[in-house]
């Protein structure tokens, strides 16, 4: 199979995405070995490896390991950059202290989300800027055709720098056994320079599991020359094989982070959905002299929206899906944006579009699933976040794990484990 690899691209035009046939990420071999793969944003990535529901259970319980190579990665550096990405981005990144990062989004003119992103200052004039796999060709352009003439850099190393997560109770514990560094000591979106397996690395305390854990950068790496990216790899996979560490793919990373009420780019955002429908406002800083698409979200947020993100979980048997419809009575009222079965609270869930008159916690409609109508109600989100080591949210309620397991855990399933340092 035809297989094209860029190198490191400084403000180069992206290539036709045509051109770009099934990449593979610096741990690819491993992959190969064990996983099941199928192509995922021109990626040659495993959908599973021991299997989507026991994966889910091992991030709840242990933790689990995340190839997530795949992801664009842009370093933007000189005295420009930080007026730069605040200009292209919906939160403030002139509040980043060094060491820390945020969660933002990028908006076109019309204030529809190009991409949800995080950014992270790891120099007092460098910032690595993080985004989804299949906008990178996307993003890159869109950085270069805004991008000031002089005063600051940016570099897509996308295919330089490898990266893994662990996610889960004992990913604290992985961390010191390989680096000798506590979780703890880093704050939530803050970075920290290790060394793991001997390798320089960047960590960071981030994830898309609605666990904690942590994300771990491999510079200066490929995938001609992969050598210290899999030596990291076998070093974390090494450090958690006491801890019932599970590899992670692409099916139980979706199922997670649905269960922690994290958007999919593409599936419940996109170009066409505003921050304001999506209830994102959180990420949204209007208060800036201004960025791209602040006056279309301001005008918006001041007429209203037609439609607004929430969070279901069903009443009756039924595992709702992407792009079913969501009915009041007989009428076709809203669509289905994301929908899984959720292992760890073994229901259906679902995020979706509905009318501001149905977006309260309470509210019930039906989902069209198959040739039925069946019930769902409207639940607070996340449906399920770890808020501390022995406590967890589950729809929008604080409770402890001993009261959880009782009231979610079925009869021979695993249950949520205490997090563990």
């Given at each position: 199979m035809l297989r094209i690899i860029f190198s490191t691209r400084t403000e180069q035009p992206a290539p036709r995405e045509s051109l770009v046939l099934a990449r593979r990420t610096?741990?690819?071999?491993?992959?190969?070995?064990?996983?099941?793969?199928?192509?995922?944003?021109?990626?040659?990535?495993?959908?599973?490896?021991?299997?989507?529901?026991?994966?889910c259970h091992s991030v709840r319980n242990h933790c689990g390991i995340f190839d997530v190579s795949h992801m664009g990665?842009?370093?933007?550096?000189?005295?420009?950059?930080?007026?730069?990405?605040?200009?292209?981005?919906?939160?403030?990144?002139?509040?980043?202290a060094v060491g820390r990062g945020q969660y933002s989004l990028l908006c076109n003119l019309k204030g529809g989300i190009m991409d949800d992103l995080t950014i992270f200052r790891i120099g007092s004039l460098r910032y690595l800027v993080?985004?989804?796999?299949?906008?990178?060709?996307?993003?890159?352009?869109?950085?270069?055709?805004?991008?000031?003439?002089?005063?600051?850099?940016?570099?897509?190393?996308s295919d330089n720098v490898a990266m893994f997560a662990i996610q889960g109770p004992r990913a604290g514990t992985v961390l010191w056994n390989v680096s000798g560094v506590k979780l703890e000591e880093v704050e939530k979106y803050g970075t920290r320079d290790v060394r793991v397996a001997g390798i320089p690395c960047l960590l960071t305390r981030s994830g898309y599991t609605g666990e904690d854990g942590f994300e771990i950068y491999v510079w200066n790496t490929s995938v001609e020359e992969p050598s210290d990216a899999v030596k990291v790899w076998e070093k974390l996979l090494l450090g958690g094989r006491e801890l019932g560490i599970c590899p992670v793919g692409l099916g139980a990373r979706d199922v997670l982070r649905l269960?922690?009420?994290?958007?999919?780019?593409?599936?419940?955002?996109?170009?066409?959905?505003?921050?304001?429908?999506?209830k994102l406002n959180w990420v949204v800083h209007l208060e800036k002299p201004d960025f791209v698409g602040k006056n279309a979200i301001m005008g918006l947020k001041e007429k209203g929206p037609s439609r607004v993100r929430v969070g279901f979980r069903m009443k009756q048997k039924g595992i709702p899906r992407q792009n079913q419809d969501i009915f009041v009575d007989a009428e076709a009222v809203g669509k289905v944006s994301s929908g899984t079965f959720s292992p760890t609270l073994s229901v259906g869930i679902g995020m979706g579009y509905v009318p501001p008159s149905l977006a309260a916690v309470g509210e019930t409609f039906t989902v069209g699933i198959r040739d039925r109508r069946v019930q769902a109600e409207v639940v607070k989100l996340p449906f399920y976040q770890r808020?501390?080591?022995?406590?967890?949210v589950v729809f929008g309620e604080e409770m402890g794990l001993r009261e959880f397991r009782k009231k979610y855990s079925s009869s021979g399933q695993p249950t949520v484990a205490t997090a563990t340092h």
């Open positions: 610096h741990v690819y071999e491993y992959h190969r070995k064990h996983g099941n793969i199928v192509e995922y944003a021109g990626f040659n990535l495993s959908v599973w490896f021991e299997g989507i529901i026991p994966e990665r842009v370093l933007a550096e000189g005295k420009g950059a930080e007026s730069f990405l605040n200009q292209l981005t919906t939160n403030d990144v002139s509040k980043l993080v985004y989804n796999a299949g906008n990178r060709d996307k993003n890159w352009n869109w950085l270069l055709k805004n991008k000031p003439p002089s005063d600051m850099t940016i570099s897509d190393v269960e922690a009420g994290m958007c999919l780019y593409g599936n419940d955002v996109d170009e066409n959905t505003s921050p304001v429908e999506a808020r501390s080591e022995n406590q967890v």
